[in-house]
């Protein structure tokens, strides 16, 4: 069974604080996402990554940045995390070529507080 | 821009309605379309990916339909049950195959016993 893990369901953290939410996937997959979900603003793209050590910004990658070390794990940072950024946070998968279907972790829900 | 548009934004049905999810897009050249079920406070579960060459994937009770011409996919779900009360989101593949999904903002399901 595929799997997407994220290390935390629940994180409580104080207004600037530096915050890593990690995403680690079994699937031996190319690419991996960050996204973030707010209530009427839907998903939205953080970062991205097709490869170990290569990142890409998304539509709103202003607060955040990412590591990829390692192919399986791909991490979220928080430099200094500000109250506007409590909010759902979805990684995902997929591979970069064929059979594109992406996969999410269980989520993450960060309050900033 | 793409953008992906989901109507209705709610849905109550009896027990064992057929029903009909429906999903659109502006810019017919996408990749693949994927369809996710969310139950509230989880991550997103994936249903069926339909690939830009293919006009539908059945999944069990459910169907999804791709009309890339007309920008618009549907997902039929057969002799509904409580169970499959969440938010149904679909999700397009840019033509680039970065393997970036654009979101629509989903339908939520009741299905009453």
Redesign the interface.
Known sequence: DVK?T?SSRYLVKRTGEKVFLECVQDMDHE?M?WYRQDPGL??R?IY?S?DVKMK?K?DIPEGYSVSREKKERFSLILESASTNQTS?Y?C?S????G?????????T?LTVV | KQEVTQIPAALSVPEGENLVLNCSFTDSAI??L?W?RQDP??????LL?I?SSQREQTSGRLNASLDKSSGRSTLYIAASQPGDSATY?C?V?GSS?????I????TTLQVKP
């Open positions: 997407v994220q690419n996402f839907g998903l793209l991205f097709y890409e998304g759902m979805l995902a997929s591979q970069l070529t059979f594109t279907e992406a996969f999410f972790g269980q989520g829900r | 990749y693949n994927q996710f406070g989880k991550g997103l579960t994936s990916l690939q989101l999700a593949h195959n970065t393997g970036k999904l979101f629509g903002q989903g």
